[in-house]
């Protein structure tokens, strides 16, 4: 009993944990206007050109956009005057005639029986490939011309050898679209979607493509559905996978070519329509990723991935909404507004819950499909108090500051010298809750006040205001150390505070008050040594010093006695050879006088002189070059000639 029961909770934890593991169940994103818009612009050449192929993507590309067609009657008549050059047509140019006239619906004249007896031709051809199968079967599909039972087996057998031979995922693509219009005897082609899904590349656990990229995975898709439909058969596709196949095909959706638009739109049409499984896009409205008490609703668009509404109003709802950072739950199970004018719109008013500032991840299901949407709830900064003063550097008495209020600037000037420091304190407060906070930009700006001098002109120096554990803001700049920074140049700077970040409504530049600081005075010395940690805005784009390319020195030459030394050490063998030759009474008066042994001499001195100017000026391969040349004359040469030397002292 034990044991059932630890088995019975065992499969229940599986359960529960593998129907945790469906993350992806929706897409982000899907076709727009303006990405409608892009593939019309695209498009739009091929409504004028005089390319069949073009003509064909431009009309099938406006079909799948359900935009009208400009320029049918010329696209038509153009058509049937190409169809009448049967002497220049091809399958290909048959296929897109056919399917383009019968996409178009409207074209008078009737050119079917000069393509009809151009693709039947292809068909029965033995020697067609794969492409011209895909053409003819298709173009004569588009012509509403039915294969014999003949023609079909003789299809069906042909497509199924090239497989074996070769079974790519084009010949896969091009098997399920000619399988699709065999009817039931295109089933055998069904069997063979898993081979091509399992050669599906996952990236990043979003996006599932084919090597190839945004062609042959576009086709692919749109074949395999194609297939599924005709067939009346699910296709082998989880859930996940559509999904991360469309994330894909979206994602490649700037494409610029009108054959990849195409393709691309057909794909997603197939995906949008698959009476299976349609995938569902639950995303931000207009990327409106921030909410405030100005802009309290979150709205949210429900919609399949061309942008439209979903047959039959689902109930959209927000399971939750989990706070990034504390996984603080601010709310639970609330079901989201329809809008009145837009069907795909949904909205929900975060801002009643009250929440604090900061990232929200929005968990959002409409009927069966769950997806997770990033919201930011902004808040309003209030500068709850400033002070400004000057204190003594050494901290030997308490700072006299002044208290401003935002955003007014104080009216006199302070006066600061070497000797004191600029000291601020601020604190912030977050404008709903009224809660000291800290922001992630906040500077204090000392820009030059004075416009007479053009050296000053435009000076600015910027400092980072650090908070204490209360979240009070301090600034203090000791003068004097700080004199440097500025250049040493006395005069009136305006003090600025700038705060800013990423979930505030309200960032400011406030000018807070006019300060005089009086540095003391300096040596050329000083402010070449001392290390400046701040740049003028006017030094930036100075012109710098040229950078010379320095060459490096040639060594020292040794003396010519040492050079000469080793010159006549190097030649002392040669001398040698001459002395031992003089000794032993060599002559040349025995020198065969014949063409092989002039050309073994003349092709052994060769080599000699070749080695040496391979040691002066010529690389390795340059020399084995013209080393073979002369190694192969020189010892036929001295073959030839050594025989004749060994001939005559036989003969004696």
Known sequence: MNIRLELLITLACVTIYLSSCETLQSTNSYLTAADRAHFKKILEPGTISNDVSLIFHAVHGYRFLGEILPNQQGICEHLAKVAKELDNITTENAFHIASSWQTIGNCQGDPKAILSKVLTSAVEKDTSNMLELYHAVGGLNALSEKLSRE?????????????????????????????????????????????????????????????????????????????????????????????????????????????????LLSALTALANN???????????????????QQPMVTVKVCDILGNALTGMPKVMANSAIRV??????????????????????????????????????SVTAGSVTNTVMVKVLCQVAVDYLEIGTGD???????????????????????????????????????????????????????????????????????????????????????????????????????????????????FQWTVATVSLKFPESTSAERTDKPVSHKHKFNVYMTKPEIKHMFREPEKRPPAFVSNLFTGLCLAPVLLLLVLWAKLGV?????????SAVTFHLGLGSIFALFGIFWLKLNMFVTLRYLLGLGVVTFLAGNKMLSRIAYKHKSR
């Open 151 to 263: 023609k079909v087996d003789k299809v069906t057998k042909t497509v199924q050898n090239m497989l074996r031979k070769d079974d790519n995922l084009w010949n896969l693509a091009y098997t399920f679209h000619i399988a699709s219009y065999l009817g039931t005897s295109g089933a055998f082609a069904f069997d063979r979607i898993e081979d091509a899904i399992v050669q599906a590349d996952e990236i990043g656990g979003q996006y599932l493509q084919f090597e190839g990229g945004l062609s042959v995975t576009s086709f692919l898709a749109s074949s395999i559905l194609k297939l599924s439909s005709a067939l009346n058969k699910k296709p082998p596709l989880t859930s996940q996978q559509i999904v991360k196949m469309v994330n894909y095909l979206l994602h490649r959706r700037s494409v610029q070519t009108p054959r990849g638009v195409m393709n």
């Open 275 to 293: 009476e299976f499984e349609k995938p569902i896009c639950i995303a931000l409205a207009n990327e409106g990723t921030s909410i405030s008490v």
């Open 325 to 362: 950072g504390d996984d603080a739950v601010i709310l639970s199970k609330q079901t989201l507004q329809a809008s009145q004018t837009d069907k795909t719109l949904f909205t929900l008013n975060l801002m009643e819950t009250k929440p604090e500032r900061g990232f929200y991840k929005v």
């Open 393 to 507: 550097a050494d901290q030997t008495t308490q700072p006299k500051l002044t208290r401003v209020l935002y955003p007014e600037k104080l009216t006199p000037k302070i006066e600061a010298d070497s000797q004191q420091k600029l000291v601020m304190r601020f604190l912030l407060r977050d404008g709903g809750s009224k809660k000291p906070m800290r922001t992630h930009q906040a500077f204090v700006r000392l820009s030059s006040a004075s416009d007479s001098n053009s050296d000053e002109k435009g000076r600015e120096i910027l400092f980072v205001a650090e908070p204490d554990t209360f979240n009070l803001y301090k600034f203090d700049m000791p003068v004097g150390s700080a004199a440097a920074n500025f250049d040493y140049q006395s005069g009136d700077y305006n003090v600025e505070l700038i705060v800013g970040d990423a979930i505030l409504s309200n960032p």
């Open 587 to 595: 002559n040349i008066s025995n020198f065969p006088l014949s063409v």
